[in-house]
């Protein structure tokens, strides 16, 4: 781990370094929405630190995006000709926040697991992630309940660099090979960071920990009880599944949802393969062949997205649950029934 | 690069706000606007996934004209060309009246403007209708009657949160429509009382305090007998802000429509409030279709007359809908296969544009720009995200040419234009040509003004018998299945799933019929009868049965020829009394 200083003036120098060799994406406002768009410099420091202020869309996006072209095909004569879409060059993510880091660390492992998904991977591998923490979560973040930040620790290997804001300049945290080339771009412009800069980050941090709104997300721990020990009455799935409009919101925009769909796409001699995200809503998406559908009922829809999220995911194969606290569901959600809400109510 | 393109969804009459995400010409998502008032960050199934039927293969993307049974691709000046030769042949030996046309709620504002010129100053016809006729054309006759031409921005979605009572007709009219639907469930939370009143649901969701177990068309009766309703509940309906809720593509007929609104409306406390009345549609320009003069003028045939066996009409200008989807009777189909001359101007290939002459390619909503109008009265930019798809072209530079090819002129250009026209021409459509529409949240029309005299409408009474079932038919020419856009998203099609033709009835009567699974059932009312498969539903309330109206051929049998209701001057199947018995 090294640990540099980067002056707030000497940002756009560095960007500007960057994006002479590969993408730089960092938060850029579109109307009033924020998008990670390409920036050759001029960053919004508003919205690369300070308050959390989140994109409308997790980073998932970048590796996983909401439609994708698999392979283009084409007959010639008996045959099929497949063409797969280029993939970009590297890019640097500049200014992800620490629940959307967390939860591309969480799609890779899925996305390894059993089977590497390569048009995953080959826009994984092309990102480096520099991780802005938070110093000021705001009203709907509930991350401290995730391990979803608002820091990410030090020591894990979730991101490439994380900055810490120290009002003037940012710690760099700087820890894998990608995020040391990121620095050598323009070296002059990092110090070596002092004890007491470490010392600031951790007040900051202990500070950014407890600054977070009294909510429901403090019996996550009950939650998890209570749904893994089946100690949720179906009467209350399905008082919840009633709120629940089947709109698909908050898979899309969690960072840790992973599911999707394939279609094609045929005109004539040539088309291609697309995949989109799926959604756990939807009653399509288990209904069978012969019309049966074994989760055909929304409060059962709702069980099953939340035994998997709060239960199966955290102590079957991670060792964490399936949501990394950015709050976005509270956002997207028509019904009322975000993360915060279901586990307030599943705790009773 | 991915480009995000602000604009408004065109699923259906909400409006939310959303951005377009393209790439390399092709759509890829989409997300909401969170500094939107309707959306404020929330979309639907529909919405989520509208870019896939933005990607849609079955688009129509070249003139077509008849040859033969088949049809062969042409250039666009053949096209109109030889539609301007149908059109002056069939005016020159039947006059212009043998000539109709069809707008449509999925068409843009201008556009419409466009269509009811066309019909009204080029071709000379009063036969113009819009292919709402049999279903939301009975709520908006209503709401003309109480606030006149102009019906002004009748209701608000983001207030209906702080209603103190809303009356949900029809359970669709809340999970279907989720911009709704949310501020039903925040209005729960914050202590209103919610009220659903549908017939064909067994049990309502927890955060409704009462069920009125009673179709729309009889509503007005049992509201006014107050018939399993709690005391007090009513009252709310009268304090200001207190909503209503309804489907406008189902509500029919029209004296019923008129009477539930003007239930609400004599409540109320104060004669300067009016309820929050939000009449949804499927279809997302359904007022500004109505707006804009997509109707009859007087002595112009509405769509049903002129489908009539007897109707002197030949030719039909039919524009953006596939018409064969939504007529109610089996006769009016086959007399559209048997007109002399048939253009279609839409999107997709279809029934209609397979029977037609002419077929024209237009672009969709997200490949043109235009105004709609959504069921608050909000005219909002549509905006293109992306280009026409193949030699697609827009109305506003199609029917000028087709104009000329008639000998006539037509305003045309850029959509700005046109909007400048309509902000002159349709009352209360005068913030149409303002800055105000461009801006997110688009340019609310003018409050209503209720007509000095409200007109009153006889009540149907509520339908009940000991020994007999209720069958509803409810109006599913438009229900979501039947809709292109669905057909052409590959999730939505999965979540839509084409009814059978069957006849839905609860569970427990089924077992104590003795019925087994796809048995026949004989039903028999004073109009007719039918064997049709049952189909055992639990959420089907006991002694009711469904029967879809867009079965034609089976609500035919069992419901004779229907109503004609006297507003709208189109068919409609109220709810009947049957026997039921295994066949």
Known sequence: MDRYILRKEDVNRWVEALARTQEVLAPTRVEKEIFFAPTQMAVDLNLLSGTATLPYLPAKDLVLPHSENLFHFTRKGGDYELTVPEEKKTAVVLGIRSCDTSGIYWLDKFYQENFSDCYYWRRRNNLILVTMACNQPVKNCFCVCCEGGPFLDSERDEFDIQLVDLQDSYLVECKSSKGKALIEANPKLFAKADPSAVKTREALEEKSRNSFQPDPTSYMSTAIRRITSNAVTPETWTELGEKCFDCGGCAFVCPCCSCFGVGYLNEGEKGCHYRFWDSCDYSGFTREVSGHNPRGEKGERFKRRFFHKLSYQYLKRDGRIGCVGCGRCITACPGEVGMPTVVERLRK | ?583
Request: glycine share 8%; with cysteine; net charge positive.
């Open chain 2, 1 to 583: 690069m991915i480009k995000n393109t602000p604009t408004i969804c065109s699923f259906c009459s909400c409006g939310c706000g959303m951005f377009v995400r393209t790439q390399d010409g092709e759509a890829r998502g989409v997300i909401p606007s969170t500094t939107h008032p309707v959306s404020q960050g929330r979309l639907c199934h529909r919405g989520w996934n509208r870019f896939q039927n933005l990607r849609s293969v079955n688009r129509l993307v070249k003139p077509l004209v008849r040859e033969g049974e088949g049809m062969k691709e042409t250039g666009w000046n053949e096209a109109l060309k030889l539609s301007g030769e149908k059109i002056k042949d069939l005016i020159g030996r039947h006059g212009p009246e043998s000539i109709g046309v069809i707008g449509s709620p999925w068409l843009s504002n201008e556009d419409n403007y466009l269509v009811s010129l066309l019909a009204r100053q080029v071709i000379g016809t009063k036969n113009l209708d819009g292919s709402y006729r049999f279903g939301a054309a009975a709520a908006l006759s209503a709401l003309n009657q109480l606030f006149g031409e102009g019906i002004g921005a009748v209701g608000s979605i983001p207030a209906l949160k702080e209603s103190p009572a809303v009356l949900v007709v029809g359970r669709d009219a809340h999970r279907d429509f989720s911009p709704v639907g949310s501020r039903v469930v925040q209005a729960f939370q914050q202590g209103a009382q919610i009220i659903l009143a549908d017939a064909s649901a067994a049990k309502a969701d927890h955060f409704y305090k009462t069920l009125i177990p009673v179709p729309a068309d009889r509503l007005p009766a049992a509201l006014a007998a107050k018939r399993d309703i709690p005391l007090g509940v009513l009252d709310l309906l009268g304090k200001p802000g207190a909503g209503l809720v309804f489907v406008a593509d189902q509500l029919g007929p029209s004296a019923s429509a008129l009477a539930l609104i003007n239930y609400l409306i004599e409540r109320r406390a104060s004669a300067k409030d009016l309820p929050n009345l939000l009449a949804l549609s499927r279809s997302p320009n359904l007022r500004g279709a109505w707006d804009l003069g997509i109707r009859p003028p007087a002595g112009g045939l509405n769509l049903e007359e002129m489908l009539a066996p007897e109707s002197k009409v030949k030719g039909l200008l039919v524009f953006a809908e596939d018409l064969s989807v939504h007529l109610p009777k089996a006769a009016l189909l086959e007399k559209l296969k048997k007109l002399d001359f048939v253009l279609w101007a839409g999107r997709f290939k279809n029934d209609t544009a397979k029977l037609a002459h002419v077929v024209l390619p237009l672009p969709l909503f997200a490949e043109s720009e235009g105004t709609l109008t959504s069921c608050e009265g909000r005219i909002q930019l549509s905006r293109p995200a992306l280009s026409p798809r193949g030699e697609s072209r827009g109305l506003s530079e199609v029917l000028p040419e087709l104009a000329q090819a008639l000998g006539k002129s037509l305003p045309g250009g850029p959509a700005a234009a046109i909007r400048k026209e309509i902000g002159k021409a349709v009352p209360g459509y005068e913030k149409i040509t303002g800055p105000e529409v461009e801006s997110e949240a688009g340019a609310l029309l003018a409050p209503p003004r209720l007509a000095s005299a409200p007109p009153k409408s006889a009540v149907l009474p509520v339908l009940e018998s000991a020994d007999k079932f209720l069958l509803l038919i409810p109006n599913t020419l438009y229900a979501w299945e039947r809709n292109r856009m669905i057909a052409e998203s590959p999730v939505l099609y999965i979540e839509y799933q084409a009814e059978r033709p069957a006849l839905k009835m609860n569970l427990q009567d089924a077992k104590d019929f003795k019925f087994r699974p796809g048995e026949k059932a004989k039903i028999r009312s004073e109009r007719g009868e039918l064997q049709v498969a049952l189909q055992a539903d639990e959420g089907v309330p006991r002694r009711t049965l469904v029967l879809s109206s867009h079965f034609l051929n089976l609500v035919e049998s069992v419901a004779g020829k229907g109503e004609i209701d006297p507003v709208t001057r189109s068919v409609y199947f109220p709810s009947l009394l049957v026997t039921v018995e295994k066949a």
